[in-house]
C-alpha cells in the first residue's frame, strides 16, 4: 500500500488514541496500515439482516489481505416487512437518515480513511449510498442478498403472498388453516423479500451506480459463495483506496439515470425515485422528478418479476441476473457507460453477461412484457409537485371514480377489510406523508388486502404516503404537497370525482379546492417527541426525495473536495 497522508493519521499519530486501539488488539503493523470501515446493518428481528454478521468477517479478511485494518460498526435497521400495516411503519423512512447520519458519524468520528457497508431491507441500501455520497470517501457497499422463494401448493410464494392471503381470508374467499399454513412457508431463510420490490430493485439501483461489483448484489443471501462475494468487496475497497477513487467519482447524472431506467426495466418499487432523489441530493447533483417520467417512458419492462409478474428474485439470478438485463438495456442504447467499483467501466462488465439457455424471466427491448417502464410521475389540481402511478399488475391507463376518504392507514384498512369499498372508487388515504405522518409509511396491508378481496382491478388508491415494493394494482403514491401541510389531497370530501390519466400524466379532482383551502385549518398535530419530531420538523417534500439534509452547498463541496488533498 503506497504511504500516503491518510485521515486516520490524525488518530493514530496521537498516544493516548494508540493505547486505546491496543487495547482491542491492533499491533504496530495493523497501526501503520490504512484504517477501514465495515459497517454493517445486522439485525436478528428479521431475516433480510440476518446473516449480515457472518459476512462482515470475510469481508475483514479481505481488506487484511488487500493491505487494510478493518474495524467494525453497527447500524440501526428497521424492517418494513414487520412494521407494515402498524404505528412503526413511520420508523422505517426515518430510520433511512438515521442510519446515513450513522454511517457518517461512526465513519467521521474515527477519522477512517475508507467505509464497506454491508446492508439488507428496503431502507439501509438508499442509506448506505446516501453516506458514501455525502462522505465521498473510498467505498463499497454489498447487499446481503434474496431470501429464497417459499413454496406452497406448487408454486413458489413471497411474504406478498401473505399479505395477499389476508385480504383473501377477510373476504371469506380462504379458510383460516390456509392463511396459517402460506404464512409458515413464505419465508424459509434469511435475506430480503423476494420479488422485485424495494429491496432488489435497490440492490440493482446499487450496481447500476457503479458502487456494487456487477453480480454480487446477484447472489443469494444463503449462497455458499455470499461469503467469498464479501471478501471480494473488502479486496476491491483496497485498490479503490490506492486509486483514490470516490463515490462521486461513480454517482454521477448519467449513473442515475442507469439505475432508474433497470428500475423502470424491472416494474421496480416506486421507492425508486425517492431514493434516488436522496442519493443525488447527497451528491450535490440536481435532477427534477420529472426526468424519471421520462426515463420510464422510453424504457419498456423486459422482466416477468414479482409482484406484477410469475418470478422472484433468486430466479432473475439464475437466468443471467443484473448484468443480463442491463446488457440488453445497454443493447438498446438506454443506458450510459461509466465507471464502477471494479476497475472496469458498465459496458465492459455487461459485455461478460451469461444468459442461461430456455430462460424465460428476462426478454429483449423488441420483445418486452410491456411497452413502457413500471411507474410514471402525474401532475395535476391534486399533485402540482407530482405524484408517482406504479403500473405493474395492472393494463388500465386511465381511472375515474368517486373519492372514499380516510385520515390515516388504519381507517382504509379497516374499510377494505369491512367490505365499504366497491368496484370503481377511489381510495383516498391522507395524512400519511414526510411530515403528516410522519414517516411516509407504506400502504401494502391495505392494497394487499384490495388484492385479496379481488379489487384490484376495479378500484384506485391515491395517498401522500407511499406503497411497499410488492404492491401492485392502480396506486398512486408520494402526492406532493402533502395534506399535513395543506396540499390539495387535504382538501377532499367523499363523492368528489377523482380522474387518473397515465397517458396525460395528469391527477384531478372535480371540485372549488380554492374555495375549500379559504375555509382549511391545519389538523392538530400528533403529539410527537424525540426522532419523529426532529424528522417532522425538517423533512422535505417527497418531491424532493424526504429528505432532512440541508442543500448542497459550494462550501461543502469543496470541503468535501479538500479529503482528496
Known amino acids: 500500500m503506497t504511504n500516503k497522508n491518510r485521515p486516520s493519521d490524525a488518530i493514530k499519530s496521537q498516544a493516548p488514541a494508540r493505547a486505546m486501539l491496543r487495547a482491542t488488539g491492533m499491533d504496530d503493523d495493523a497501526l501503520a496500515k490504512p484504517m477501514i470501515g465495515v459497517v454493517s446493518t445486522w439485525t436478528d428481528v428479521s431475516p433480510c439482516n440476518l446473516h449480515l454478521r457472518t459476512l462482515a468477517e470475510p469481508m475483514k479478511d479481505g481488506i487484511r489481505a488487500a493491505g487494510g485494518t478493518p474495524v467494525e460498526f453497527n447500524t440501526i435497521a428497521v424492517t418494513d416487512g414487520i412494521a407494515m400495516g402498524t404505528a412503526g411503519m413511520r420508523a422505517s423512512l426515518i430510520s433511512r437518515e438515521v442510519i446515513a447520519d450513522s454511517i457518517e458519524l461512526a465513519v467521521r468520528g474515527h477519522c477512517l480513511d475508507a467505509v464497506a457497508v454491508l446492508v439488507g431491507c428496503d431502507k439501509t441500501i438508499p442509506a448506505a449510498a446516501m453516506a458514501l455520497a455525502r462522505m465521498n470517501l473510498p467505498g463499497i457497499i454489498l447487499y446481503g442478498g434474496s431470501i429464497r422463494p417459499g413454496f406452497h401448493k406448487g408454486k413458489f410464494i413471497t411474504v406478498q403472498e401473505v399479505f395477499e392471503a389476508v385480504g383473501a381470508r377477510a373476504a371469506g374467499k380462504i379458510e383460516a388453516e390456509e392463511l396459517d399454513a ?35 448484489n446477484d447472489v443469494t443471501a444463503t449462497d455458499p459463495a455470499k461469503p467469498e462475494t464479501a471478501a471480494l468487496c473488502g479486496r476491491l475497497l483496497m485498490e479503490l483506496l490506492e486509486k483514490d477513487v470516490r463515490p462521486r467519482d461513480l454517482i454521477t447524472l448519467e449513473s442515475i439515470a442507469n439505475a432508474a431506467t433497470i428500475g423502470a426495466g424491472t416494474a421496480g418499487s416506486t421507492n425508486l425515485v425517492l431514493h434516488l432523489l436522496a442519493i443525488a441530493r447527497e451528491a450535490g447533483l440536481q435532477i427534477d422528478i420529472d426526468e424519471f417520467d421520462k426515463i420510464s417512458a422510453r424504457t419498456p419492462v423486459i422482466t416477468d418479476l414479482k409482484p406484477g ?18 446488457r440488453r438495456l445497454m443493447e438498446a442504447g438506454l443506458l450510459h457507460d461509466g465507471p464502477t467499483v471494479s476497475g472496469k467501466s458498465l459496458f465492459d462488465e455487461l459485455e461478460a453477461a451469461e444468459e442461461t439457455p430456455g430462460q424465460a424471466v428476462v426478454r429483449t427491448v423488441d420483445d418486452p412484457f410491456k411497452p413502457r417502464g413500471g411507474f410514471a410521475i402525474l401532475r395535476g389540481s391534486l399533485a402540482p409537485e407530482g405524484a408517482i402511478v406504479k403500473l405493474a399488475g395492472h393494463d388500465g391507463d386511465r381511472f375515474s371514480g368517486p373519492a372514499r376518504v380516510y385520515d390515516g392507514e388504519e381507517a382504509a384498512f379497516k374499510a377494505v377489510q369491512d367490505g365499504a369499498i366497491k368496484a370503481g372508487d377511489v381510495i383516498v388515504i391522507r395524512n400519511e406523508g414526510p411530515k403528516g405522518g410522519p414517516g411516509m409509511r407504506e400502504m401494502l396491508a391495505v392494497t394487499a388486502a384490495i388484492q385479496g378481496q379481488g379489487l384490484g382491478n376495479d378500484v384506485a388508491l391515491i395517498t401522500d404516503g407511499r406503497f411497499s415494493g410488492a404492491t401492485h394494482g392502480f396506486m398512486v403514491g408520494h402526492i406532493a404537497p402533502e395534506a399535513a401541510v395543506g396540499g390539495p389531497i387535504a382538501l377532499i370530501r367523499d363523492g368528489d370525482r377523482i380522474t387518473l390519466d397515465v397517458s396525460a400524466r395528469t391527477i384531478d379532482v372535480e371540485a372549488d379546492l380554492a374555495a375549500r383551502k379559504a375555509e382549511w385549518t391545519p389538523p392538530q398535530p400528533a403529539a410527537l417527541t424525540g426522532a419523529y419530531a426532529k424528522y417532522a420538523k425538517l423533512v422535505s417534500s417527497a418531491s424532493e426525495g424526504a429528505v432532512t439534509a440541508f442543500p448542497y452547498s459550494p462550501m461543502q463541496k469543496q470541503a468535501t473536495e479538500d479529503t482528496r488533498s
Open 182 to 216: 402460506i404464512e409458515r412457508v413464505a419465508c424459509p431463510g434469511a435475506g430480503a423479500c423476494g420479488g422485485q420490490f424495494t429491496a432488489n430493485t435497490m440492490a440493482m439501483v446499487l450496481t447500476m451506480l457503479g458502487l456494487s461489483p456487477m453480480g454480487a
Open 309 to 326: 409478474g410469475r418470478y422472484t428474485a433468486v430466479e432473475m439470478s439464475e437466468a443471467g441476473g443484473t448484468a443480463l438485463v442491463a
